[in-house]
């Protein structure tokens, strides 16, 4: 009998039907960010074993919006927009192991089901949420790229609206912010078919871009709201001090992590 195919589910004899190919999949996409400070003992309560808080400024989060299309090696899907094209929005935190500082997404909403799979293999928490964006143009009333240029955002999750923005550049800026610029740090965690068997996956995992390319950063300023929401958390990351906003288009290519260990984190 032939084996079933596929990267993902659903498997079949030709594996045309998974939700998702094997990597590398590849990125373009506008991303606006805002960075803020919040209560670092919040923060502390998202990160599970053996991670710890960052050393400087613990508090410190990222509410990214991002605007993607994606593809795999051979590109077709960019010809089939729906399979290419998607939105998110995401929350991450800076934390420690081992001596070596990383970024941790804590809490991640997107609009499409490939995405949530890819998601599930590479350990971010993603939901489905419905994100919406101002995306930049260089004719008619949508915003150029230039100062004072500006760009809303929300995000929505079971009907509920979660986080709102505004954000107005300034100027062209050296980076994209600093709350996101390391590699991350996730668990990719299932529990056991067996009631009382805890996790039959338990790993700590370390994963970024194994190729990226961008352009122009520019820094300005956010008007940033967050909502309480009966099965979300994202508000708990309160708003404590302003830092700053940040546009960006980009391209990134993702393939693959390593195993940093597994079976610690204590996880229920």
């Known amino acids: ?27 373009s996409g506008d991303l606006l960010t805002v960075e803020y400070r919040t209560d670092p003992s919040r923060v502390r309560e998202l990160l599970p074993e053996p991670l710890e808080p960052a050393d400087e400024d ?17 590109g077709d899907e960019l010809l089939d927009p729906v399979l290419s094209q998607y939105r ?16 941790r997404c804590v ?23 419905s994100i919406h964006q101002t995306r930049p143009h260089p004719y008619g009333p949508a915003p150029r790229i230039e100062a004072g240029a500006r760009f809303g955002a929300t995000l929505a999750a079971a009907d509920r609206r979660l986080a709102q923005a ?13 709350v996101n610029g390391h590699p991350m740090a996730h668990h990719r965690w299932l529990p056991s078919i067996e009631k009382g068997k805890g996790l039959a996956l338990d790993e700590l995992i370390e994963s970024g871009a194994a190729s990226f390319e961008g352009g122009q950063p520019w820094v300005g300023d956010a008007e940033l709201e967050l909502f309480e929401a ?9 708003i404590r001090e302003p830092i700053a906003a940040y546009y960006r288009q980009v391209g990134v290519v993702w393939d ?4 940093l260990e597994s079976g610690t984190s204590g996880a229920e």
Request: hydrophobic letters at 35%; proline letters at 9%; a positive charge.
């Open 1 to 27: 009998m032939p084996p079933v195919r596929g990267y993902f589910h659903p498997k079949t004899a030709s594996g045309a039907s998974s939700l998702i190919p094997s990597p590398p999949w590849r990125y």
């Open 58 to 74: 613990p508090g410190a989060v990222a509410l990214i919006w991002a605007d993607w299309q994606s593809c795999s090696t051979s």
């Open 88 to 103: 998110e929005a995401f929350a991450v935190v800076r934390c420690s192991y081992k001596g070596q500082t990383y970024t």
């Open 107 to 129: 809490y991640i909403w997107v609009d499409k089901d490939f995405a949530i799979a890819r998601g599930l293999h590479q350990g971010y928490p993603k939901k489905l949420g």
């Open 166 to 178: 505004v954000v107005t550049l300034r100027e062209p800026s050296e980076t994209n912010g600093f």
């Open 230 to 238: 009966p099965t979300e958390e994202l508000a708990r990351l309160e």
């Open 256 to 259: 693959g992590g390593r195993l």
